[in-house]
């Protein structure tokens, strides 16, 4: 496997150029700083603190109750190992407005960088397309990542893309911590906002 | 013979606005499942493990939709850190219907100690349960607790009995579990 170079914090802004045409679902920790970071933490944002593994499925309701929008799902390689099996039910509901995005830094950041399975043996995108999804791609060079946003625009949903990153830290953004505010500011944003 | 209350049920979705169901197949479910898959204006979601209905339910939720989630007993347990991580915390609304078993003259020992911590693990994250002991209770707290998931952003469990659902369909084609 090839040593990782990319820098997490610089991904996002490059796969999503026009984040305002998004809606955005993170999972906890890293992902979830580098969403709030990528949006300015705009009302097209909800990021978790907890409930690990929940994005995928989150952002699955979302793409399949507003099939008019672009959803993105940012998670990272342990939450979504966590519920790994969620992408089978998207691959099954196979919504064209879903985008996942796996920021894969090989290990569990937010308790203290302990190694993780994609360090080993797991290969994310290959258990993304074993599930079935439409469209899947790894992106881990600077040439991945000039492509990532046509590849997002063009191929079919659901898609996913698994990014490989160092075990660097995520974006440095405070975030708003109130769920129930944000919640209720996601979903007026939701269903107030023209699709994009 | 009296309905079966599935139709009930699912006369309470179309009422309430349900717009997409979440389930893991059951054989006290079935009935439900197929009213609301055949239904095209409902989204049926078949899910992997139970966990991935109340993520589901949220995502609903913050489109401005209404969802349910069907289960049995024993994957309540799978929705745990879920439904109090990500439901109670944000004050989601959550309405779900679970098909007990471990109960009422349960055979599978492997049955028994998840379903009798149903409700007191429930009630513990912050969900309020309705307890159908019979058939005639299903139909009136299916439409209640759809109101009161949906007119006061709280988690609600109806959990159908297995006195409700019968020995009969659990053990349809199988010895196992009988005395």
Redesign the interface.
């Known amino acids: 496997m090839r040593q990782a170079t990319l820098d997490r914090r610089d991904v996002l802004a490059r796969i999503f150029p026009d984040p305002d045409r998004y809606?955005f679902?993170s999972g906890l920790a890293g992902p979830a700083r580098d969403t709030a970071g990528l949006t300015k933490d705009g009302a097209n944002t909800?990021t978790?603190a907890?409930?690990?593994?929940?994005?995928?499925?989150?952002?699955?309701?979302?793409?399949?109750?507003?099939p008019d929008?672009k959803v993105a799902v940012v998670t990272g390689d342990g939450e979504l190992l966590m519920?790994i099996?969620?992408l089978?039910?998207v691959a099954?509901?196979a919504p064209p407005n879903l985008t996942i995005v796996c920021i894969d830094n090989g290990c569990h950041g937010e308790t203290g960088g302990q190694t993780g399975h994609t360090s080993r043996t797991a290969n994310l995108e290959q258990i993304a397309k074993g599930a079935g999804i439409a469209s899947s791609t790894v992106v881990e060079t600077e040439a991945d990542l000039d492509k990532a946003a046509a590849f997002l625009e063009e191929m079919p949903g659901p898609r996913f893309i698994q990014v490989r990153v160092t075990d660097g830290p995520p974006t440095n953004y405070k975030r708003n911590f109130n769920?129930?505010e944000?919640?209720i500011r996601?979903?007026t944003a939701?269903?107030n906002t023209a699709g994009g | 013979m009296d309905e079966h209350w599935s139709v009930d049920g699912h006369r309470h979705f179309k009422a309430a606005g349900i717009?997409?169901v979440?389930y893991v197949p059951d054989a006290g479910l079935t009935k439900l499942i197929e009213r609301c898959r055949e239904d095209n204006e409902i989204?049926t979601?078949?899910?992997?493990?139970e966990?991935?209905?109340?993520?589901?339910?949220?995502?609903?939720?913050?489109?401005?939709?209404k969802?349910a989630v069907l289960m049995q007993s024993s994957g309540v347990g799978n929705t745990i850190?879920?439904i109090a991580?990500?439901i109670t915390?944000?004050?989601?609304p959550l309405f779900t219907i679970v098909t007990m078993r471990g109960q009422w003259g349960e055979g599978n020992p492997w049955q028994v100690p998840m379903g009798q911590a149903v409700a007191p693990v429930l009630e513990a994250i912050g969900v309020k349960t309705f307890q159908a002991d019979t058939a005639a209770d299903v139909s009136p707290m299916i439409e209640a607790g759809l109101r009161m998931a949906y007119s006061t952003d709280q988690a609600i469990a109806v959990l159908v009995s297995q006195r409700v659902i019968g020995s009969k369909v659990w053990v349809a084609g199988s010895s196992e579990g009988k005395p």
């Open positions: 809606l679902i909800f978790m907890g409930a690990m593994g929940a994005a995928t499925t989150v952002g699955l309701g979302l793409a399949l109750s507003a929008r519920n099996g969620s089978v039910t099954s509901m769920m129930a944000c919640r996601f979903r939701a269903m | 717009r997409q979440a989204e979601v078949m899910c992997a493990t966990e991935e209905g109340i993520g589901l339910a949220a995502g609903a939720w913050l489109a401005g939709q969802s850190n879920a991580s990500l915390s944000a004050h989601f």
